[in-house]
């Protein structure tokens, strides 16, 4: 758990400082990345989309609120803040990682987001998007 701890707070390091080589050492050498579309990047590739992405989420605050685990496996639930474009105005998401954990380092990651303005829209997401709740009909052409 306490290579759990580190790479929390390495994470949330890597968002004040940009420094991803910070966070390298704990991904195992055969780390792989699962997004919800069913793609994957190894190690490289996915330090590389890291870096990249700090560019626009400079100043974002990042809360760990739980982090249960059991096995081999941790859960980290997180809310994230980006700095807004007006005063009160914060875009938030909530984000759960899943870490696969093999000898002390984070050997694979699954990752799911989601806006926080859009939480209840997901609540019906069988449903078509003009008969969601907060969604406006399209209008006819």
């Not at 390495?10 to 400082?17: D, G, P």
């Not at 605050?61 to 249960?68: K, L, N, Q, T």
């Not at 639930?77 to 870490?99: F, N």
């Not at 989601?114 to 406006?136: C, I, K, M, Y």
Request: charged share 30%; hydrophobic share 45%; proline share 9%.
């Amino acid at each position: 758990m306490r290579s759990v701890r580190r790479a929390g707070g390495r994470r949330r390091s890597l968002v004040a400082t940009g420094d991803v080589d910070a966070l390298a050492p704990l991904l195992h050498d055969g780390f792989v990345h699962h997004r919800p579309d069913s793609t994957v990047r190894p190690k490289a590739e996915w330090l590389a989309d890291v870096r990249a992405a700090l560019v626009p989420l400079a100043g974002m605050r990042v809360e760990i609120r739980h982090v249960p685990g059991e096995g081999d496996h941790v859960v980290v639930h997180s809310r994230r803040r980006l700095p807004g474009a007006g005063p009160g105005i914060e875009p938030e998401i909530e984000v759960v990682d899943i870490w696969r954990l093999d000898e002390g380092l984070i050997a694979e990651a699954w990752e799911i987001i989601e806006p926080v303005a859009q939480a209840s829209a997901n609540l019906t997401w069988w449903e078509p998007a003009d008969h969601r709740p907060g969604q406006e009909p399209e209008a006819a052409a």
